[in-house]
């Protein structure tokens, strides 16, 4: 039987000499025996196990050939199975585990043959050589890339350029180019071909800082920032929300520097897997890194001089520049365009004179400005520019504005040249602009509303003079504050609504609020808004405010309202007093004949000898009183209402409430309640109608043993209470009852009005006519803890009235 080709001792020898070989270059050789079907591998290389993991390399590994490769493949091991060749090179892409194309070396050599010339033993060696591609690519693109910027490529389309070829390199990853913005504070994209849009919107504004992800801290940190997995890195982890929708897993960043090392934006590359770049790949990224800087500053350079070409340009075509040139040392001009003869009316080799600059074309009121300007001209910078008069040969005034450039020698100023230019037309603009804001500051001054210009914050920069006659502030005082300032608390959530909604309403709608006055008090006023649009950006640039006082037209409508009240309450009293002449009528028979019944029992009695005739005799009495009593508060009642006269006599009103006690009292103890009395001393008299106040009294006492009921813990309170203040005699009823609810409390002494389910209204009423018409007040309010005290107050009586009494 023979013996296979590595078998023998020769090629066993040779393999293990091969072997470290192997390793060293990152091969490895497949040891095929067709006849008896089996493959040896010989060496192991670190790239090799994305390959041989991947699921279909065992089944149908050459489904993972790249489409483009897999026919040349194809034919040459199709001719080496038919005999027809002993060997073949092919290179080849060849598809990883992550979806990610290595190219391959693929070296086949025929070490044995059957009879007809077939192979059946063969060596394969394998080597990956895409490092060597990439790195041949890139240098193709750098130089095509730095073609194209002598090309004068749009620097956006080089940078897209450049992502596209780092992308082809690194199959399934993508790149984003990143530039720093003026303030140098955040990152935007500029040019990412393969990232959704709605991706590059989202990383349009990354802060430069070392937690700001990759690219913020790679620019912050000016050196590479590796992140080989974005779910385990602090600077990532806030922006996984982002990240992981579009299957980004690793990221590394290099800052894109410009010719002085300084940053100006970041080239970054993402992989769909955690992935750690080797020393290749880093290097190309960094080459693409260097590339983007390149490019970015040659951009930057070529702009600037395309801004200093035009500003020449303009300049050089415009008739009213006039370019000119000077000595450095005697200032004397050496050159002065010809448009300078026709714009002062001198020749043109009078420019040329010693002096003629400051001593004849200069104003002589700004000549002191300009030799002051010119001696501070010491350092070099890159432009000096002033306005100032000059003198025609007519005598015209004629405004330049004069931009200097200046040349050193050394520590020596050399020579200045710059241009002149005409501005005179700019100069007459802004001052019929100065008229025309005069013209309006005095329209405004004059005018009685106020007139105010609001910055779109709320802050004001213009208030007229009228501002003193309405809210007492000098103009001065407000320019600068806030306008919420003044305006009352509880009209500045509503004021300020609108202030900031201004630039949306179509049409501004006329409001009112209340403002306070220098002096603390508050003015209403009606104010109407005009805003006012920049005219480049369309913005709202200021509201003008237009302010009116109505405090006296919306008091005069507020006293109108006030008398329509009255009116109807005057009705309302008319209707009660005729109810009380009816209540009159219908209450005056029964009493009429409770007394005479009482009259007729007294007589009877006095004629009987029975037990406790005495006492029967007094309540017949009592009775007959009382019934007339009823009888004359009813007239006087009925006589008030009517606006009759009252019986006026000075009164203490501690006798008042003595006189009435017993009635108050039986009507507490039916209702289990203590009556308590807290009676002042000494207490100046009020001149009143005794029964009408003493009515006033009782009707108090009553609605408050109603209100009041008895507690658990034992009898309820109620307190009736008098003292003197310094004008008037007050007297409180204090209940322990439920309170009154806050809603109605002003309106409880309105005619009809009432708070019992079967109340009247009447009570209360008449309480309050009857303290009023006696020059008093009385109201209602809730203690506390708990309950409801009623009170009034009279006036105290003259000293005569008191001495007469």
């Not at 309450?569 to 028979?589: D, W």
Request: aromatic share 8%; glycine share 6%; with cysteine.
């Amino acid at each position: 039987m023979a013996i296979s080709y590595f078998e023998r001792p020769t090629s066993q020898r040779l393999l293990e000499m091969l072997r470290h070989t192997l390793d060293s270059t990152g091969s490895f050789l497949t040891l095929v025996s067709l006849h008896e079907g089996t493959c040896e591998i010989v060496g192991r290389p670190d790239w090799l196990r994305p390959i041989v993991d991947h699921p279909a390399y065992r089944t149908s590994w050459r489904q993972l050939v790249h489409n483009d490769d897999a026919e040349k493949l194809y034919e040459a091991w199709s001719s080496l199975l038919a005999g027809n060749s002993e060997n073949y090179s092919v290179d080849y892409r060849f598809c990883d585990r992550w979806g990610e194309y290595r190219w391959l070396r693929e070296q086949v050599a025929v070490v044995s043959t059957d009879q007809h010339g077939r192979p059946v033993e063969m060596v394969v060696l394998h080597r990956e050589f895409t490092p060597t591609v990439q790195r041949d690519k890139m240098l193709d693109a750098h130089d095509e890339i730095v073609t194209k910027m002598t090309e004068g490529m749009p620097l956006m389309a080089m940078l897209s350029k450049l992502a596209e070829t780092i992308e082809a390199h690194f199959p399934g990853s993508r790149v984003s180019v990143m530039m720093l913005d003026a303030q140098r504070e955040h990152l935007g994209i500029v040019a990412a071909p393969s990232m959704p849009p709605e991706l590059v919107t989202t990383f349009s504004n990354i802060p430069v800082g070392p937690e700001f992800g990759a690219c913020g801290a790679a620019a912050y940190l000016k050196q590479r920032v590796i992140v080989h997995d974005v779910r385990e890195d602090s600077r990532t982890i806030p922006y996984l929300p982002i990240l992981e929708p579009y299957d980004l897993r690793a990221i590394w960043s290099h800052p894109i520097l410009d010719g002085s090392q300084e940053v100006i934006g970041t080239f970054a590359l993402y992989r769909s897997r955690p992935f750690t770049p080797d020393a290749e790949e880093i290097r190309l990224t960094e080459m693409a890194a260097r590339l983007a800087g390149l490019a970015i500053e040659r951009h930057s350079q070529a702009e600037l001089l395309v801004r200093r070409e035009d500003r020449f340009r303009r300049l050089a075509e415009s008739s009213r520049i006039v370019p000119w040139e000077a000595d450095g040392v005697s200032d004397v001009y050496l050159y002065v365009g010809p448009q300078a003869e026709k714009i002062w009316g001198y020749p043109q080799a009078d420019f040329l004179k010693p002096r003629f600059w400051i001593d004849h074309l200069v104003h002589p009121d700004d000549r002191e400005m300009c030799e002051e300007l010119c001696s501070k001209i010491i350092a070099p910078q890159e432009l000096y520019e002033w306005d100032y008069r000059t003198v025609g040969a007519d005598g015209r005034t004629i405004w330049v504005h004069d931009v200097v450039n200046v040349n050193w020698r050394g520590s020596r100023l050399a020579q200045m040249f710059g241009y002149l230019i005409d501005i005179t037309d700019r100069k007459q603009a802004e001052e019929q602009l100065r008229e025309s804001e005069e013209r309006y500051r005095l329209l405004a001054e004059q005018s009685a509303d106020m007139i105010s210009r609001v910055d779109p914050s709320g802050i004001w920069r213009y208030v007229s003079c009228a501002c003193t006659s309405v809210l007492g502030y000098d103009p001065s005082e407000l320019v600068g504050t806030y306008t919420m300032d003044v305006v009352h608390v509880d009209d500045r959530r509503e004021a300020a609504e609108l202030l900031m909604a201004i630039d949306r309403w179509p049409d501004v709608p006329n409001f009112t609020c209340r403002a306070r006055h220098k002096h603390g008090h508050y003015v209403l006023l009606e104010t109407m808004g005009k805003p006012i649009y920049d005219a480049h950006t369309g913005r709202l640039a200021e509201i003008i405010f237009f302010s009116r006082d109505i405090t006296s037209r919306e008091e005069q409508s507020l006293r109108v309202r006030a008398r329509e009240a009255e009116l109807a309450h005057a009705e309302r009293l008319s209707t009660m007093g005729q109810l009380a002449a009816e209540l009159a009528h219908e209450l005056n028979q029964p009493l009429y004949a409770l007394a005479n019944y009482a009259q007729a029992a007294q007589g009877l009695v006095a004629g009987w000898e029975v037990p406790n005739k005495q006492m029967l005799l007094d309540w017949t009495a009592q009775m007959m009183q009382q019934a007339r009593r009823a009888s004359e508060v009813v007239r006087r009642i009925t006589s008030f209402v009517r606006q009759g006269e009252l019986d006026r006599q000075p009164v203490n009103l501690n006798e008042c409430v003595e006189e009435i006690g017993m009635l108050m009292e039986i009507s507490a103890r039916q209702r289990g309640i203590d009556l308590v009395y807290e009676l002042g001393e000494s207490l100046p008299l009020v001149k009143v109608d005794r029964l009408l106040i003493e009515q006033v009294i009782l009707n108090l006492v009553r609605n408050g043993l109603e209100a009041t009921e008895p507690s658990e813990g034992g009898a309820a309170k109620l307190t009736v209470e008098t003292s003197t203040t310094a004008q008037a005699v007050r007297l409180r009823v204090i209940d322990q009852g439920r309170g009154i609810p806050n809603d109605k409390l002003s309106c409880l002494f309105e005619p009809y009005f009432t708070t019992k389910p079967d109340g009247t209204g009447i009570g209360l009423a008449i309480c309050r006519r009857a303290i009023e018409s006696h020059g008093g007040v009385i109201w209602g309010e809730n203690n506390p803890g708990g309950g409801a005290t009623f009170a009034f107050e009279l006036p105290h009586a003259s000293p005569a009235a008191g001495e007469s009494a």
